[in-house]
């Protein structure tokens, strides 16, 4: 049985209370941890503001040995690290190494960025006010910051706010997932580890309401990372006070299947866009909107391609979907299948649920009033709406509260120029899924899809600030 261990600053430690996870695939313990409390956050932030006092002596060249190092051990430890995540989430095992592979990538990302950062001089004289000086900015790291993560990547979610936090000369507090634990354990222990590492720069503490409440609401932090639900982020706006603060909240991410798309492709790429990773993805694609002329031939194919998905044992290789979390969210997407069936949408792809297993579903002739269509899933469930043109297509994609990534699939240029300005979303994507992200790229969403954005580059830039220097 794997065991989780707690973190304060480099020394680890160890609770009298402990928990345990059940994987979701055969209900067996698969690993343990301590339970913490507020008092645990408060240990953790202080050790972590002392830390950072301490830690201005090195070098950056320092910090960005110790997480190319961090990224060369996950590389040779490859396969522990994609079990822990089978194991906890469920997750089929040839995505999990997937998302090992990512992780080390964000993490070499994050070193090479924190080399590129750089300041810019000023021309103070450039005004009637101003006279010549030496005057430049540069970006100075924040200090401590507080970063949490959610279930569904529990890994390289977790690497894109530890690498550039850390890399950027911040001390971190990190608060895995409650539901994997053990994987955000291992990857904090490798820093720790690491001989390159700056002592007591990172700090592990696990738990819920309490815990996160207490690390947000402290006055030690200078930045708040978060990545989860818009309920939970709304109660780390109200508390955080004044701090930078950074929420990737999902999405509601929909596509426009054009006239002119090559529907084979599109309908391929679509029945990976809903149901990768059970639908549990911020960018899971959850509406289609297709024209009129193309909505028959296009459901047809996408039921075709969906069919050819295998559900079952994550530990199997050609595994394409394990089951959900746990059995409520697999209920709950039954509840919401079946109310929309009522309402008058057309099971394409009947709703099937095995107690955590949720098979994927796709419903035709669904309205922009369903719920379904109208608030995040977070299942393999895809809703079709069929549409007129462009425009209603676009209009209906807008009409949201979310705005993570949408995307087109069109060979019309016009359109597609059109749809880069419409599109009101953080991201968008041209002939492919909106569950498309590269880890080098800027990722985040508008509206209550959140605030900031992620990648190393841009992370660095999110948990530094600029200082502004000028010699007379």
Same mark, same amino acid.
């Given at each position: ?23 979701? #695939? %055969? ?49 040779? %430890? ?16 040839? #995505? ?10 964000? =993490? ?27 005057? #430049?900015?540069?970006?100075?790291? =924040? ?12 890994? %390289?979610?977790?690497?894109? $706010?530890?690498?550039?936090? @850390? ?6 507090? +990190? ?68 701090? $930078? ?17 090559? @529907?084979?492709? *599109? ?6 866009? *809903? ?27 996408? *039921?075709?391609?969906?069919?050819? =998905? ?38 394409? =792809? ?27 899933? +977070? ?39 059109? #749809?880069?300005?419409?599109?009101? *979303? ?36 999110? +948990? ?9």
């Amino acid at each position: 049985m794997n065991e989780a261990r707690l973190y304060f600053g480099s020394t680890p430690a160890i609770k009298e209370k402990i928990g345990e996870i059940k994987s979701p #695939f %055969n209900d067996k313990v698969v690993s343990i941890f301590p339970i913490c409390n507020a008092d645990d956050a408060k240990k953790a932030l202080k050790i972590a503001k002392e830390a950072f006092e301490k830690s201005k002596e090195f070098p950056l060249s320092r910090r960005v040995e110790w997480i190319k190092d961090v990224a060369k051990k996950i590389k040779e %430890n490859k396969e522990e690290f994609a079990l822990s995540i089978t194991k906890e989430v469920g997750k089929p095992i040839s #995505f999990s190494r997937v998302e090992v592979d990512r992780c080390i990538e964000t =993490l070499e990302l994050s070193a090479q960025a924190a080399i590129g950062l750089v300041g810019e001089t000023i021309n103070t004289d450039a005004t009637l006010s101003g006279k010549k000086t030496q005057a #430049f900015y540069k970006r100075v790291p =924040l200090g401590v910051v507080v970063a949490i993560t959610p279930f569904n990547f529990p890994l %390289n979610l977790a690497a894109h $706010k530890l690498g550039p936090a @850390l890399v950027a000369g911040n001390s971190v507090v +990190f608060k895995p997932t409650p539901e994997a634990p053990y994987t955000g354990y291992l990857l904090a222990k490798t820093f720790i580890e690491s001989e390159y590492a700056i002592p007591d720069m990172l700090s592990v503490v696990y738990g819920d309401a309490e815990v996160g409440n207490a690390l947000v609401s402290s006055d030690i932090p200078r930045k708040i990372s978060f990545t989860g639900s818009v309920a939970v982020g709304k109660i780390i706006m109200k508390n955080a006070g004044i701090k $930078k603060v950074s929420l990737e909240l999902g999405g509601n991410a929909a596509t426009f299947i054009d006239k002119s798309a090559d @529907l084979d492709m *599109a309908a391929s790429r679509c029945s990976v866009g *809903a149901f990768v990773n059970s639908g549990q993805v911020c960018i899971s694609l959850q509406r289609i909107y297709v024209h009129e002329d193309v909505y028959e031939e296009f459901a047809k194919k996408l *039921a075709e391609d969906t069919h050819r =998905l295998k559900v079952g044992d994550p530990y199997e290789p050609d595994t394409f979907m394990g089951p959900l979390i746990n059995e409520e969210a697999a209920i709950r997407a039954q509840n919401w299948v079946e109310s929309a069936i009522k309402a008058g949408a057309r099971a394409i =792809l009947p709703p099937k649920r095995e107690g955590r297993y949720f098979y994927p579903a796709i419903l035709a002739d669904v309205t922009p009033d369903m719920k379904i269509v109208c608030e995040e899933v +977070f299942a393999p469930i895809v809703s079709l709406v069929k549409v007129k043109s462009y425009d209603e297509a676009i209009k209906m994609m807008n009409d949201s509260p979310y705005g993570l990534q949408f995307s087109i699939f069109t060979n019309d240029l016009n359109i597609t120029k059109r #749809f880069i300005d419409d599109a009101e *979303a953080g991201g968008v994507v041209i002939n492919d899924i909106p569950t498309l992200r590269f880890d080098i790229q800027p990722y985040g969403g508008v509206k209550l899809s959140g605030i900031g954005r992620e990648g190393p580059k841009f992370a660095i830039e999110e +948990f530094t600030e600029i200082k502004s220097v000028v010699i007379c």
